[in-house]
């Protein structure tokens, strides 16, 4: 069977809802409804929060559906409080539907995944980021990061940088565990915690860094800062060849002809590319 494409923002999900409040034992607040285009989510009348997402069995893989669940065994990263989950399979389709409840956030979301403004973080805020994002990378699973829902293996990192960067020598060296979606609407501020981790697991050193420094590229001086702060990363090898893997994403054949953050990718990207050449 041909898996349906689903946009939850448009779909009809009451029936999903009344699913997870009984089997959770909880009332949702329909007020608070948040939908996006793979998942949504609405606050418990219990003082937490549940996040329902529709994933194909053909993105699950060995590892399973249970990012947020998980990734509660994570230690020193600052993230919601993981209480209790429910899956099931879809009756007419190839598809996983899965629950999480968790702790409330402490903050709201920085804002949408790509910025077009400056957010004015606190200097604590981005000492708590590079706390939690190297207490992230020093831990192991054997969960293997899925990055939009797709598996992230050395074919795939050559392919998407192959189709803008022909000939670059994407040899991946070190893979360490990685939030996998990290952007800026799934980290909070002033309070600073990363949510959402459906998709994490093992990547090549530097995915996270790379992913939030393609998110900033339409405010210049946010994406100096996230180079600089985690240089280290996105300076070794695995960085660079993550930074083309993301730039890749932005400039290929899918890009907006309006996206704002094209000519900075490519400059970037360029850079790296000489860089990546000249260390061979």
Not at 38 to 67: H, K, N, P, Y
Not at 117 to 132: G, I, Q, R, V, Y
Not at 195 to 206: K, L, Q, S, T, V
Request: with cysteine; proline share 5%.
């Amino acid at each position: 069977m041909t898996l349906r494409s689903v946009d939850l923002r448009k779909e009809p999900v009451e029936a999903v809802l009344n699913r997870v409040e009984r089997s959770l034992g909880t009332g949702l607040d329909r007020e608070s409804v948040v939908r996006k285009r793979r998942s949504v989510g609405a606050r418990t009348d219990r003082g937490t929060w549940v996040r329902v997402e529709r994933r194909g069995l053909d993105r699950i893989g060995v590892q399973g559906g249970d990012g947020t669940a998980s990734a509660e065994a994570l230690s020193e990263v600052a993230k919601p409080a993981w209480f209790s989950g429910v899956a099931w399979r879809d009756e007419t389709e190839p598809v996983m539907w899965r629950a999480d409840e968790t702790e409330l956030l402490s903050a709201p979301p920085v804002g949408n995944a790509v910025l077009t403004k400056e957010p004015h973080l606190s200097e604590e805020w981005w000492a708590a980021l590079n706390t939690s994002l190297d207490a992230l990378g020093a831990q192991h699973t054997n969960r293997i990061a899925t990055p939009d829902t797709e598996t992230l293996t050395q074919e795939l990192v050559t392919r998407t940088i192959h189709s803008v960067f022909p000939g670059t020598d994407t040899s991946l060296c070190k893979w360490r565990p990685a939030h996998a979606d990290f952007n800026w609407a799934n980290m909070t501020a002033p309070v600073f915690c990363m949510f959402d981790w459906e998709d994490w697991g093992m990547a090549p050193r530097g995915l996270d860094a790379a992913n939030l420094w393609g998110a900033s590229l339409a405010v210049p001086a946010l994406a100096d800062r996230v180079r600089s702060e985690r240089r280290d990363d996105l300076e070794s090898r695995d960085g660079r060849l993550m930074t083309l893997f993301v730039a890749a994403k932005i400039l290929g054949p899918y890009a907006d002809p309006d996206d704002p953050r094209l000519g900075a990718a490519r400059e970037t990207a360029e850079r790296v590319v000489t860089e990546l050449q000249a260390s061979c």
